[in-house]
């Protein structure tokens, strides 16, 4: 789904282009934040009695005007967010991306766009969200998926499921990836907020890309501009990122495992995971593998798993005792 700016007011187009161009977000947060934004003018407007609830996704909001905009008080912003909670069912981490939006927005507009004097959304909270430790597949049965992949692209599904376990790469970076990326044993690659990182790729990974490039990946008849792309279609261009992720449900469907409970950012946890419990690396190192602006989200990486716990607990000198 693209951003339709033509039914956008100007300051709101002024603020996407601000935050992709400026501030370096991604274009995925880009659109989520233009997606959360109009969400909240379309509630606004029937909050003002100027719109109907029962046609919500029709309201334009084009018309809104700087007075418009200028009438928002922190209630309206706290009145939207238990709306998207009852009404729209949204989980605290919907509604904690939407109370980003609302307050980069309001920011942009009152201190650089200074189109408006206060900042309503100053001191909106954000909503508290349950930790709870990431779902990953163990190492058994992380083999197990690597075996059961095959069918006509078998040597192409099989490197970019081996890629995603062994490098933690999210879905985006490897839809994107191009031949021309992968150099001396390293692939380079742009993540969240249009950071580079470099990859260094295992044995596995690289004997998996060459089986599949020097084997399966078409030599001609590739469609422009998908010439460089590593990952190819049977309609021989780039393959798409809702294609990358129905080929990895359909594998772990074959592999006995729930596609319902594991998903292609599952296997990002996994290789996270697998590489601090098995590969002892360092929650630093791991950090700039996964390419985390902050230590904390990696450190959820760190949880020990039920084995540990039980080996812990039978290490107990009480544990014998009846």
Same mark, same amino acid.
């Given at each position: 789904?693209?951003?339709?700016?033509?039914?956008?007011?100007?300051?709101?187009?002024?603020?996407?282009?601000?935050?992709?161009?400026? /501030?370096?977000?991604?274009? &995925?947060?880009?659109?989520?934040?233009?997606?959360? +934004? !109009?969400? *909240? @003018?379309? #509630? %606004?407007? $029937?909050?003002?009695?100027?719109?109907?609830?029962?046609?919500?996704?029709?309201?334009?909001?084009?018309?809104?005007?700087?007075?418009?905009?200028?009438?928002?008080?922190?209630?309206?912003?706290?009145?939207?967010?238990?709306?998207?909670?009852?009404? /729209?069912?949204?989980?605290? &981490?919907?509604?904690?991306?939407?109370?980003?939006? +609302? !307050?980069? *927005? @309001?920011? #942009? %507009?009152? $201190?650089?766009?200074?189109?408006?004097?206060?900042?309503?959304?100053?001191?909106?909270?954000?909503?508290?969200?349950?930790?709870?430790?990431?779902?990953?597949?163990?190492?058994?049965?992380?083999?197990?998926?690597?075996?059961?992949?095959?069918?006509?692209?078998?040597?192409?599904?099989?490197?970019?499921?081996?890629?995603?376990?062994?490098?933690?790469?999210?879905?985006?970076?490897?839809?994107?990836?191009?031949?021309?990326?992968?150099?001396?044993?390293?692939?380079?690659?742009?993540?969240?907020?249009?950071?580079?990182?470099?990859?260094?790729?295992?044995?596995?990974?690289?004997?998996?890309?060459?089986?599949?490039?020097?084997?399966?990946?078409?030599?001609?008849?590739?469609?422009?501009?998908?010439?460089?792309?590593?990952?190819?279609?049977?309609?021989?261009?780039?393959?798409?990122?809702?294609?990358?992720?129905?080929?990895?449900?359909?594998?772990?469907?074959?592999?006995?495992?729930?596609?319902?409970?594991?998903?292609?950012?599952?296997?990002?946890?996994?290789?996270?995971?697998?590489?601090?419990?098995?590969?002892?690396?360092?929650?630093?190192?791991?950090?700039?593998?996964?390419?985390?602006?902050?230590?904390?989200?990696?450190?959820?990486?760190?949880?020990?798993?039920?084995?540990?716990?039980?080996?812990?607990?039978?290490?107990?000198?009480?544990?014998?005792?009846?």
């Amino acid at each position: 789904m693209n951003i339709n700016h033509q039914e956008a007011p100007f300051f709101l187009k002024d603020f996407i282009t601000y935050m992709e161009a400026i /501030r370096g977000k991604s274009k &995925n947060t880009v659109k989520e934040y233009y997606f959360d +934004l !109009r969400t *909240f @003018f379309r #509630y %606004m407007k $029937v909050l003002r009695n100027q719109a109907q609830l029962d046609d919500f996704e029709s309201i334009t909001i084009d018309d809104i005007d700087i007075k418009f905009i200028q009438s928002i008080t922190l209630h309206d912003l706290y009145e939207f967010l238990a709306y998207t909670s009852s009404e /729209r069912l949204n989980n605290a &981490n919907s509604r904690a991306r939407k109370v980003a939006a +609302l !307050r980069s *927005f @309001f920011k #942009y %507009m009152n $201190v650089k766009a200074k189109l408006i004097p206060d900042n309503p959304a100053k001191d909106l909270d954000s909503p508290k969200i349950p930790k709870s430790l990431p779902k990953y597949l163990t190492l058994d049965e992380s083999r197990d998926l690597l075996s059961h992949i095959d069918g006509n692209d078998k040597l192409r599904d099989y490197a970019i499921i081996t890629l995603f376990l062994n490098c933690g790469m999210r879905l985006s970076e490897l839809a994107a990836t191009n031949l021309k990326d992968i150099r001396d044993g390293k692939l380079t690659v742009v993540g969240k907020g249009n950071k580079e990182r470099v990859i260094y790729l295992n044995k596995a990974c690289l004997n998996a890309i060459e089986a599949y490039v020097q084997n399966e990946r078409p030599k001609e008849g590739i469609k422009p501009p998908h010439q460089q792309a590593l990952f190819i279609s049977r309609h021989k261009q780039r393959l798409s990122v809702k294609t990358i992720q129905a080929l990895v449900k359909k594998h772990l469907k074959a592999a006995g495992l729930d596609d319902s409970k594991f998903s292609v950012h599952k296997l990002r946890h996994t290789a996270a995971t697998l590489m601090y419990q098995h590969g002892h690396v360092d929650v630093r190192v791991l950090q700039e593998i996964l390419g985390h602006t902050n230590l904390a989200t990696t450190q959820i990486y760190t949880h020990l798993d039920s084995e540990q716990l039980r080996s812990a607990a039978d290490s107990n000198p009480l544990a014998d005792i009846d």
